[in-house]
């Protein structure tokens, strides 16, 4: 066990866990923070999700060792409120059925558009193929995508 300082949604925590143990089971188990979802536990699904250093990441294959100075931001961080750009186009285009995938989905969709504001559809497409939708509410993703691209500009 080791003990680690993380800078997660602009606040600092402390983890006494081993150094292999990925960043998912330490944002849910150590620190409470849940809304970062398992689905896979080898980086296929996307459900495990997060920003680090502004980039999106799989948190069930990250080991905590990684991450020293990284800033950390789940989907509890990417907005206090709930109302970032891609959240509220989810709510407005009714995007999630179950809704067990949406918290990766949102944070890959927000890490697409911080890094290209004005996507095609093939690019969003490309962008979100690595997170899976077991509902298959790809079109109304893609839509919500493009309606938040709208509402950055």
């Known amino acids: 066990m080791a003990l680690y300082k993380l800078k997660i949604n602009g606040r600092d925590y402390r983890a006494d866990v081993d150094p292999d143990t ?18 896979c536990g080898i980086a296929m699904c996307g459900a495990c999700t997060v920003h680090v250093n502004g980039e999106a990441a799989r948190s069930c294959v990250l080991p905590v060792s990684s991450l020293a100075n990284a800033k950390i931001t789940t989907i509890e961080g990417l907005s ?11 709510d407005e285009t009714d995007v999630p059925q179950c809704g067990y995938c949406q918290a990766g989905q949102i944070m890959m969709a927000a890490a697409l558009l911080k890094r290209n504001p004005k996507p095609s559809g ?27 691209a709208n509402k950055i500009r």
């Open 80 to 90: 206090a409120t709930g109302d970032h750009p891609v959240q509220q186009a989810w």
């Open 122 to 148: 093939e690019e969003i497409d490309t962008a979100m193929a690595g997170n899976l939708c077991r509902c298959g509410t790809y079109h109304r993703i893609r839509e919500a995508i493009q309606s938040a």
């Open 22 to 39: 990925p960043l998912l089971w330490v944002l849910r188990d150590s620190l409470g923070l849940a809304g970062t979802k398992y689905g």
